[in-house]
């Protein structure tokens, strides 16, 4: 465990809990994408299957359990709770990712480290992981709604990814030349599509402010 | 399967 993949990991839970928290004080959820909260509980269900039959480190095992039940209290929330899931964006969060699931998955059966149900899946869940932000980025383009998007959830998701590929510019220097292609690949994808992220987010919080700026 | 590389990642 290097010091850039402890960091990445705490961005990347504290980005799902910053989200789940601005939910839950404000109880609504407009502007975010519950298309992309769901992908994102595909990611790490696929991705965690081992949680129960290899034992890692208690470190391991804790932020998996964490980030499965963080996850899946968002899309409870905008799902079933009867006041969040008013406040949904039904007609305009349309992106179709269950086209998304069906070519990741395909993928994944194709490029994979081994032709086995865990591998295919943990592939699976790197490749999806990579475009999960795509319903979010079409409903934040289409709305420019940054309501309960909050510039700290921006900030660990963008930290995220930044230390993570230090992480693995770190690893593939210390540890070896490991062909580590599979979540470099799909991590500079994400990281490009992330970006695109910002820069609309950036475009509609500049928006908002002008919006706000007294007539 | 976690022996992989990449595969001790969250």
Redesign the interface.
């Known amino acids: 465990m290097n010091a850039f993949?402890f960091l990445g990991?705490m961005t990347?839970l504290f980005s799902v809990l910053v989200l789940l928290l601005k939910i839950y004080a404000t109880k609504t959820c407009s502007g975010v994408s519950r298309k992309t909260q769901e992908l994102y509980l595909l990611v790490f269900v696929a991705?965690y299957l081992?949680l129960f039959t290899?034992y890692?480190s208690l470190y391991?095992s804790v932020?998996?359990i964490v980030?499965i039940t963080s996850s899946a209290a968002i899309v409870w929330y905008m799902r079933r709770h009867p006041q969040v899931r008013r406040t949904y964006d039904k007609e305009q969060d349309t992106f179709r990712h269950s086209v998304l699931v069906a070519a990741t998955f395909v993928l994944a059966l194709i490029f994979n480290?081994?032709f086995?149900f865990?591998?295919i899946c943990?592939a699976f869940s790197i490749y999806l992981e990579a475009v999960a932000i795509l319903p979010q980025l079409v409903l934040l383009q289409r709305c420019r709604n940054v309501d309960n998007l909050t510039g700290q959830y921006v900030f660990f998701l963008g930290a995220y990814r930044a230390f993570y590929i230090l992480?693995w510019i770190y690893r593939y220097f210390t540890?070896g030349h490991?062909?580590?292609w599979?979540?470099w690949i799909a991590g500079l994808v994400q990281t490009g599509l992330y970006a695109d992220f910002f820069y609309y987010y950036f475009l509609s919080w500049k928006n908002n402010v002008k919006l706000e700026l007294p007539a | 399967?976690?022996k992989?590389?990449?595969?001790?990642?969250?």
């Open positions: 993949r990991d990347h991705r081992d290899d890692i391991n932020m998996k980030f480290d081994r086995t865990r591998e943990w992480n540890e490991h062909s580590r599979i979540p | 399967s976690s992989l590389p990449g595969h001790d990642e969250l």
